[in-house]
């Protein structure tokens, strides 16, 4: 077993989590079978629980975690999906203990930060370990050194390298070089603050990419490596790139995998040029589409990352650029969709929670299924288009979602038993892979190819099938259905050239090299009807 430690200092949104999920890129790339986990410090027990506006998207695994969002580049980078075990997170580890303690598994003992919490910490690390059978598992710690919060993990981690010793353990470092304007230049002494810091915890590290918004020079890596005692080659700069997808080709070139192989006395394998190939068609020269994201959470754009990435992609394999606009759908209900959106060429709504800005979306969705504009629902979007569909095709004018109006007389969208039973917030929605079966001859069915798919789910509210016979007559179709259940799982509208809509969430299987059926058919018309 051996694993690769990361942590950051100086400050937060350095990417930390995409250097991590690089060197997963890295060694899976050059043969090695890899497992990437984060831990997170906040005290709840998952992310579901959590405001988007606060961290970031809520992203799903398989098996129904509600996760933190670097999951989701870890997913991308490596093209792996990860499990439940990726994501650990402070609560979690105190729950486990407490339930040890009042079972009296400790009995007699005083519980204690060391050994008990750590334990626990290392625990997790291991039964991933054993679990993914990974040759290599990489474990980020979130949050930035220093902060109270994060003790327990760097206590953990530095036992690990006790443990396992220093050939199967690996400590990285992630820092920043802040620009100077006034005497024009990049300082390092925030950097080695950091390292030193994370010194005090009893952990040196093996490698530290240095990022910085500006060019770093030679003489700035050599400070850091005779200043903190790293080998030369292992301090990496990572100045700011255009794209996520060009760092692990940046890491390479510095060569990183060489130096962790040395390190960890692991043997890579001669990698493909499949990821080359994506970040040469990436800076590729290509003609723009304008697309157009109606949601709510537009101070926190990360709330949406995997939509983005997934639009992205499906871009690039339509040999285009993504010219996103976000637009607010609390604007929409002020000043109509018309005026907001007329500049665009396809539409996205994506998911949400709560009543604020549905009444902008309902009207984003009429606006595209009346001007034939390529229209992706995703899980709400797939909501929203079926309530303005009953309201306005059917003419029910007071339909709606129970989530939006519990008293609605026409609840198109509703909340099934199984669900009005549940008490408890945390975990309880319909989260994770469920089967979809897809209707011949829709575009669904087309895009994907196949006539069984499986796809993540989060959410509470379901397409209500008292109203289907009615909607399927006046001119919707349902594309996909949920064989176990009969739950409505897709929907399209006739005589449009793309209106589809998933009560599921597409975006959290898209790749960056194998965009989602659904989101690359999306773009393709898209592309197909712009002017
Ligand atoms: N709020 C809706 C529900 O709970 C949609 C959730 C979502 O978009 N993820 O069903």
């Not at 690769?4 to 400050?11: Q, R």
């Not at 010194?199 to 093996?206: K, L, M, S, V």
């Not at 589409?289 to 949601?295: F, L, M």
Request: one cysteine or more.
């Amino acid at each position: 077993m051996k694993f690769i430690f990361v942590t950051g200092g100086v400050l937060s949104g350095l990417g930390k989590g995409i250097i991590a999920a690089s060197v997963g890129n890295i060694l899976k790339r050059h043969g090695k079978k890899v497992f990437i986990m984060k831990f997170d410090q906040y005290y709840n027990v998952d992310a579901g629980t959590i405001n988007p506006t606060e961290h970031g998207e809520c992203f799903v695994t398989d098996d129904g975690a509600e996760t933190d969002l670097d999951l989701g580049h870890y997913e991308r980078f490596i093209d792996q999906s990860l499990s439940r075990q990726s994501s650990v997170m402070s609560g979690q580890i105190y729950q486990a203990i407490l339930e040890n303690e009042r079972r009296g598994d400790y009995l007699g003992k005083t519980i204690q930060m060391i050994p008990h919490v750590t334990d626990e910490v290392k625990k997790r690390m291991l039964e991933a370990a054993k679990k993914s059978k990974a040759d290599i598992v990489i474990v980020e710690i979130g949050g930035t050194i220093g902060d109270y919060e994060g003790a327990h993990f760097l206590e953990g981690i530095r036992q690990m390298r006790r443990d396992f010793g220093a050939e199967n353990t690996l400590y990285l470092h992630v820092g920043f070089f802040p620009w100077m304007e006034t005497t024009q230049e990049l300082k390092t002494k925030p950097m080695q603050n950091s390292i030193r810091d994370l010194a005090t915890y009893g952990i040196t590290p093996d490698i530290v990419f240095c990022r910085a918004d500006h060019p770093i020079d030679r003489k700035q890596l050599e400070k850091i490596s005779v200043f903190c005692g790293i080998d030369e080659d292992a301090v990496i700069p990572v100045e700011t790139l255009a794209c996520v997808y060009e760092v692990p080709m940046l890491l390479e070139k510095f060569h990183l995998g060489a130096v962790v192989s040395r390190k960890l006395n692991l043997k890579l394998e001669k990698s493909d040029d499949e990821w080359q190939k994506l970040v040469d068609k990436i800076e590729a020269d290509k003609p723009k589409i304008k697309i157009a994201i109606v949601g709510k959470y537009m101070d926190m754009r990360d709330t949406y990352i995997s939509v983005t990435e997934a639009l992205k992609s499906a871009c690039w394999w339509n040999d285009l650029d993504l010219e996103l606009g976000w637009i607010d759908s609390e604007k929409i209900e002020k000043q109509g969709a018309e005026k907001l959106l007329k500049d665009y060429t396809g539409i996205v709504v994506p998911g949400g929670f709560g009543n604020r800005g549905i009444e902008g979306k309902i009207a984003t969705a009429k606006y595209a299924r009346e001007n034939n504009i390529p229209y992706l629902g995703l899980c709400l979007g797939m909501q929203i288009a079926t309530i303005e569909f009953c309201r306005h095709v059917l003419g029910t004018a007071d339909c709606n979602s129970e989530e939006f109006n519990p008293k609605t007389k026409n609840p198109v969208i509703h909340l099934m038993n199984s669900q009005t039973k549940i008490k408890e917030k945390g975990g309880t929605m319909r989260l994770g892979v469920y089967k979809c079966k897809l209707t011949p001859g829709t575009i669904a069915a087309k895009a994907y190819g196949q006539s069984m798919i499986s796809e993540r789910h989060r959410h509470r509210f379901e397409f209500n099938n008292k109203y289907r016979t009615r909607l399927e007559k006046a001119g919707l179709i349902v594309a996909g259905i949920n064989p176990e259940q009969n739950l409505v799982e897709i929907i399209e509208i006739k005589n449009h050239p793309f209106f589809v809509a998933s009560q599921f969430h597409p975006e959290f299987k898209s790749r960056p090299n194998r965009p989602h059926p659904l989101f690359r058919e999306f773009i393709k018309t898209a592309k197909s009807i712009d002017k």
